[in-house]
């Protein structure tokens, strides 16, 4: 049994490894008890105990605005989202990359790194891209991009019927 | 005669009267009889008085003839009878005197011829004296002399007249004897007569009512001789039935003597056992005690611990809250080597080496937060356990103040129980005493109940005896009735 400190100064003293094979990193997380994984490289960050502005809107979604990085985002439910329901209160929210809008969710279970060829890579099925196996448990792969899509796509229609 | 009257009531009436009766015939008897002694006395009275005149005259005669034969002989030897009579004479007018004093006439007579016969004694005395002087002519003289005739002629008919009136009382008085002679006889003759009717009248009275009195009893006698011997016979059944219930009495109250010594025995090892028992409450009283002050001891032990779990609660709530800092920490740490590797990521080569460092922080917050979450099960298990101990421990506490309360109330019931064994002691001991004095009581019963089974015995013996009896009796009576019905038939 090694201490931390022990492992932490093994992990510097080590030689720098050899590129790692193919491979891709995600949050795995838990919505309304199912798990999921949200791919690391969809999102811009990840923060907790946002302080979430809540906005007079139609969209249950819709949880409020938050200041990030001198950014205002739009903070989305993303249990309410893909239509799942008892979520549970959102603490985690990941900012999606490259767009002014998060999804917050309850449960977050932590970083995993898993190789190109044990994500099995499915046709879109609606905000699905693929899954995997983790501790012999399958998780879906969960599309920010197009669940967040599928919101301004809502909205925008829903916008449109009022004018 | 009364018909109430008693059988000695009437005997003694009956007598009452035949003595009444006789002693009136006594009475008058008695008084007929002292009539008729007086009236001897007084006739020997008067032949005494007449004696003594006789006497009285031949004294004076023997006088003169003394004084004669002195006056002719001169010789001294014939003034004996002279002096005798002189001697005599005094008192026999002294005894006249005496006997006549009843009678006034007589003693009047006898006063008168007092100084004749003085005077007559002085004539002869003084003839003797002249006969001595002088000489017999002067005496012869003398004596010659009427005056001496006259004088002894006075005194004769004063004795004569004297005679005559005793000889007139002598008659008087003779006939007043006849007369209570008479008396006497027809009251001794005629009060034995009515003596005897009078006997037989009330002997027959008496026969009579007795007859009838001792017939009736005669007849009650036998009824009740019948009775007597029928109640005789039941006595004698009733004694046979008494002396054989008195057998089995007896018999019982042997077998009850022998179970009362046994009881005794019993209650003598009762309270012998009760005084081992009493000493093992006392043993056991000290052992509750001295587990009364252990369970304290475990009383005072169980807060030491149930504070020290409380203190060991606090100190894992601390922990727990150390560990939500580390925790946090850890979480930031992910969140923070998570969006290192996401620009690490964005980055692109010039990237990757912060990516590994990224990686390996991340994997430190990865193995912080997991040993935190081992680290916090196990101080929610020490947390749960500390509960649990806790918990344990009042619940043991709160035995150990059942238990406490219990030790009490064994302490109690051992005091109780030593009270109760010394009550019992005392009632054992009361019960031996008891039973002993029943015992000597039983025995005692026993002995009663043996010399009532003898009296049972000689009362059936008596029974036997009284039924002879009533039967004598029954004769008896009858025989008497007989001879009772005999007579008044």
């Known amino acids: 049994m090694f201490t931390l400190g022990e492992l932490f100064d093994a992990g510097f003293a080590a030689a720098p490894l050899p590129p790692p094979p193919a491979h891709r990193d995600f949050l795995c997380i838990r919505i309304g008890g199912e798990p999921s994984a949200i791919p690391l490289a969809d999102i811009a960050s990840l923060h907790t105990g946002l302080r979430v502005v809540a906005l007079p809107t139609r969209a249950p979604e819709l949880l409020g605005v938050a200041a990030i990085r001198a950014t205002v985002v739009a903070i989305y439910d993303l249990g309410a989202a893909l239509g799942i329901p008892g979520a549970g209160a959102p603490r985690w929210t990941a900012v999606v990359r490259g767009r002014p809008a998060g999804f917050a969710f309850a449960g977050f279970e932590g970083h995993a790194r898993i190789p190109d060829r044990s994500i099995a890579v499915a046709t879109q099925h609606g905000h699905v891209r693929g899954q995997f196996s983790l501790d012999g448990q399958a998780r879906a792969i969960v599309d920010l991009g197009s669940v967040l899509t599928a919101l301004e796509h809502r909205w925008h229609s829903a916008t449109a019927k009022d004018r | ?489």
């Open chain 2, 1 to 489: 005669m009364h018909r109430n009257w008693t059988f000695g009531r009437k005997v003694g009436g009956g007598f009452a009267v035949t003595v009444a009766a006789l002693v009136v015939i006594a009475v008058t008897g008695f008084r007929s009889a002292s009539s008729l002694v007086d009236n001897d006395e007084w006739v020997s009275h008067t032949h005494q008085v007449r004696r003594q005149l006789a006497d009285l005259l031949a004294e004076l005669l023997n006088a003169e003839t003394g004084q004669r034969g002195f006056v002719i002989t001169a010789q001294a030897e014939f003034l004996e009878p002279y002096s005798q009579a002189l001697g005599a004479l005094d008192k026999t007018l002294a005894e006249v005197r005496r006997l006549t004093l009843d009678n006034p006439n007589q003693t009047r007579r006898i006063d008168d011829l007092r100084p004749v016969i003085d005077t007559r004694l002085a004539v002869m005395k003084r003839a003797i004296e002249q006969r001595r002087a002088t000489s017999f002519e002067a005496a012869a003289a003398t004596v010659a002399n009427s005056e001496g005739k006259q004088l002894m002629d006075r005194v004769r008919s004063s004795i004569a007249v004297m005679d005559d009136e005793e000889t007139s009382l002598l008659e008087v008085r003779r006939r007043e004897a006849q007369s209570s002679t008479a008396a006497t006889k027809l009251v001794i003759e005629g009060g034995s007569v009515a003596a005897i009717i009078l006997t037989i009248i009330v002997g027959w009275l008496i026969t009579r009512s007795l007859s009838s009195q001792i017939g009736s009893a005669a007849r009650h006698i036998q009824s009740s001789s019948a009775e007597l011997e029928s109640a005789a016979n039941q006595q004698a059944s009733g004694a046979r039935e008494q002396a054989t219930a008195m057998a089995e009495i007896a018999t019982t109250i042997s077998e009850l003597l022998a179970t009362s010594r046994q009881i005794a025995d019993s209650a003598r090892r009762v309270s012998q056992i009760a005084g081992q028992t009493a000493g093992a409450a006392r043993i056991g009283e000290v052992t509750v005690a001295k587990g009364h002050e252990a369970t304290a001891t475990v009383r005072r032990q169980v807060d030491v611990i149930v504070g020290h779990m409380l203190e060991l609660g606090k100190k894992s709530q601390q922990v727990g809250s150390v560990l939500d800092i580390v925790a946090e920490l850890a979480e930031q740490t992910n969140i923070l080597a998570i969006n290192a590797t996401i620009e690490a990521a964005g980055a692109g080569d010039a990237g990757r080496r912060f990516g590994v460092v990224a990686d390996e922080i991340r994997k430190l917050a990865d193995r912080v937060a997991g040993s935190t979450k081992e680290i916090r099960g196990m101080v929610e298990d020490v947390r749960s356990a500390v509960n649990t101990t806790v918990m344990a421990t009042e619940a043991g506490s709160k035995a150990v103040d059942v238990g406490t309360a219990q030790v009490i109330e064994m302490a109690t019931a051992f005091r109780q129980i030593a009270s109760l064994v010394g009550t019992t002691t005392d009632a054992a001991r009361e019960i031996e005493l008891s039973t002993k004095q029943q015992a000597t009581a039983v025995e005692q019963v026993n002995l009663a109940i043996t010399s009532a089974a003898g009296a049972t015995r000689e009362t059936e013996a008596s029974a036997g005896q009284i039924l002879d009896t009533a039967s004598q009796l029954a004769e008896l009576s009858t025989g008497l009735l007989q001879i009772v019905e005999t007579k008044a038939t």
